[in-house]
Structure formats: structure tokens, C-alpha cells
């Protein structure tokens, strides 16, 4: 099984696989790599499964714009963001201490992954074909937290769902 680090240079897309339901496919080239389902009411949790590991990403709280993430199965999540204040970016806070920020660019149209140091590890850039939703993901940079929690991807793509989401409900 390949990290998903060593799709560096590649093309990785998300892609959604129905118009009607909230189904996304994770490919390299041809190849499917994860896949991911919105659940629950009004979509407050996200199925992932990446890498042969299956993954829960929810809201734990209705009125909280925070994202928990557990493994599939368990009560207790591993890891959790939160937005900085009213701004659109956030911090993703791993075990260990370990910690990333994910910063969207929604008026130029993308999504980063930073480390502590500011230096981005990868890049979400969502296209908009018909009514479907689809992104590709640039690895920029190898990184051991990337490996270790591939849903990091997904989480950062799941944030820029929403805010496009939040930004063309308001636009009305």
C-alpha cells in the first residue's frame, strides 16, 4: 500500500460520484486510493475510508463550526479543528501535540495545508464541473503526518465544502 506522500506529482482527484447524493471518489489517474460519504442529519458527519482505514469526521456540536475525527468504531475522537476566531482558516490539532493549519483562499479558489512553520504541505483546489463537485490535490511537500493521517486531505476538502457552501447561502 503507497502513503499518500508518494502521489507526489500526481494527479489526485475528488470527485463526486452522484449528482443526488453526497458520495465522493478519491482516484490517482485511474486507480481508487479512498472514498467518502456525507451522513446524518442536516450532514453533520463525513464516512471516510482512505487507505484501508475507515475514518468518522462530525460536528459534535450543532452550533460548534468545530470537526472532531475518530477512527470508525470508537467514541472518543483522535483529533480536532477548530476555526481561528471568525476567520476562515483553522488549526488542526493532532496527538502529541502535533498540530497543522488548514487555510482556505476562497476568492482564489483554494485550500492549503500548513505546518507549524507556515510552509505548505499540500493543495486543495476545487473545480466545478456541471452540478457535481470535484477537486484535484497537489502534494507539495512529503510530510510524516500526512502518511500518518490521510484524512487530512479529505478534512480540508470537507472545509472547503462547507464555506463555499456558507459563502453562496449568505450571497442571498
Not at 449528482?19 to 472514498?35: C, D, P, Q
Not at 450543532?62 to 470537526?67: D, G, I, N, V, Y
Amino acid at each position: 500500500m503507497k502513503m499518500i506522500t508518494d502521489y507526489m506529482g500526481k494527479n489526485i482527484v475528488i470527485a463526486q460520484t452522484s449528482v443526488f447524493k453526497r458520495n465522493y471518489e478519491i482516484r490517482v489517474n485511474e486507480e481508487l486510493i479512498g472514498s467518502m460519504q456525507q451522513k446524518g442529519f442536516f450532514g453533520m458527519m463525513w464516512k471516510v475510508d482512505i487507505q484501508n482505514k475507515k475514518w468518522e469526521i462530525y460536528k459534535p456540536s450543532f452550533w460548534r463550526s468545530a470537526l472532531d475525527i475518530r477512527e470508525a468504531g470508537y467514541e472518543m475522537p483522535i483529533a480536532n479543528y477548530t476555526r481561528d476566531g471568525f476567520r476562515s482558516r483553522g488549526t488542526l490539532s493532532l496527538p502529541l501535540g502535533e498540530k497543522l493549519k488548514i487555510v482556505p483562499h476562497l476568492f482564489k479558489g483554494f485550500c492549503e495545508i500548513n505546518n507549524e512553520q507556515e510552509v505548505c504541505l499540500a493543495k486543495i483546489i476545487p473545480k466545478k464541473i456541471s452540478m457535481k463537485d470535484r477537486a484535484e490535490v497537489m502534494i507539495v511537500k512529503k510530510d510524516d503526518l500526512l502518511d500518518k493521517y490521510p484524512w487530512i486531505i479529505i478534512l480540508a476538502y470537507i472545509i472547503t465544502i462547507e464555506q463555499r457552501h456558507q459563502a453562496a447561502h449568505s450571497a442571498h
